[in-house]
């Protein structure tokens, strides 16, 4: 047993060794620029700002003329279109008054080319509109900056995992180590005849638990490298990232009040603003419209022949006076829209005022339990170090050595983790806190 064992720790050593010549060092710092460059929630809210963008435009209209233009060849024995093409290529003479001419012109053709072109003067519901489209506008723009702050948080969360992951491998290692020199001793002591062959099975148990442990530290690492490669938006590979050393990161944060410029807050005010714009709009369906038009035409017997120009322009004034109460109904439509996104804008700064509040405790709670904690490993090693003297003697059991080095890992790795958690939380609350001005 003792030959196998050998054989599978050198195996686990080679492939370690291996993999590390294979492996990449990143910052946070690194990560996180990567992942604002690459990542595919963000390219998709960069793309409905964009798309926001576009619909704003949209609304140029109200400001600039509509142009078109058309070619239209018709033919006809109708009496009168057959005069009035006669009339539209400027071409009427006497012989064409005769009564039998007038009442049977036979097949008749005109060739008209026509440009067309309407010009806004005033529309108040469009210029609201318009002021609408441009506060939905700057809402995505906040929310694709919101999104960049969440994804960030997301990979210093899962920096601060990969991190543990290394931590706990190297915690397993030493615990590895320690639970070698045990077994080693043990052994010893028993081919001395002093103890039972029971203790020595008990040691080996030991090594095989921390070998299994040790084997899942390794695939929370390759775990963890890929759930950080995914947010950075780059490709699943079996390579690992090597990351900066766990230690707990302090910030100071002021006990305030949430902040109203948030992006995600800005967000929802943005989006206020647009109900309330088309709240105005609606209004406005109520008043007096007036637009120009104009059109040139040219008419001609023969197709592709460009002769006989004319033209109409005016101004026009359109007033609807009742829509069978659609306006009136999109009017309150518009006004419960802007209703229901203040609640939900006055909901949300309630719901992040109370989570900015709990994480600040949460930060407090976690620094209590890192206290905590170090204290115990401190304990924990002082009391595997007298029963390590003690067994040495013969004064203590092996269970005894064992459950007390067990003990002093589990305690390293709770410190870990606190200090793990409370680099979570610090991140978050550093989310929270997130101002654009």
Sequence with gaps: MKRTTIITLSAIWLNLSVQAQNNQYITA??????????NSHIKMSDMDRKIANADFHQTDAIFLPQITLGYTALTTNNPLNAFGFLLQQESVTTMDFDPAKLNHPGATQNYGTQAEAKLPLLNLDM?????????????????????????????????????????????????????????????????QGLIQKSDVLNAQV??????????????????????LRLLMGL??????????????????????????FRSDIMALQKAVDATDMMVKSSRMTFLPRINAFGSYNLNDSKAFKFRNDSYLAGINLSWDIFSGNRNRSKMKSAQYQKGRMQE????????????????????????????????????????????ADRHNEGLASTT????AQAQFSQQKLLLSQAIMSYNVIEAYLHFLSTTKN
């Design 344 to 387: 939900e804008l006055n909901l949300h700064i309630k719901k992040e005022q109370l989570e900015l509040d709990k994480a600040r405790r949460d930060l407090n709670d976690s620094q209590t339990e890192i206290d905590k904690q170090q204290i115990s490993v401190e304990q924990a090693e002082e009391a595997l170090r007298i029963l």
């Design 206 to 227: 030991q090594v095989n638990t921390i070998e299994s442990a040790l084997a899942r530290a390794e695939s929370n690492i390759h775990n963890a490298s890929n759930g």
């Design 29 to 38: 710092d690194q990560a996180v620029s990567m992942a604002i460059e690459n």
């Design 127 to 191: 210029i609201y509109a318009r002021k609408g489209a441009r506060a939905q506008e700057e809402m995505y723009k906040y929310k694709a900056e919101r999104t960049k702050e969440y994804i960030e948080f997301e990979v210093r969360k899962a920096y601060t995992g990969l991190q543990m992951a290394y931590q706990a491998r190297e915690i397993l290692r030493k615990s590895f180590e320690d639970v070698k020199q045990i077994h080693r001793s043990v052994t010893n002591f028993h081919d």
């Design 235 to 260: 490709a699943i590979s079996d390579e690992v990232y090597t990351a900066d050393s766990l230690i707990q990161k302090k910030e100071i944060y002021p006990e305030t009040t949430l902040s109203l």
């Design 400 to 403: 005894d050595l064992l459950m």
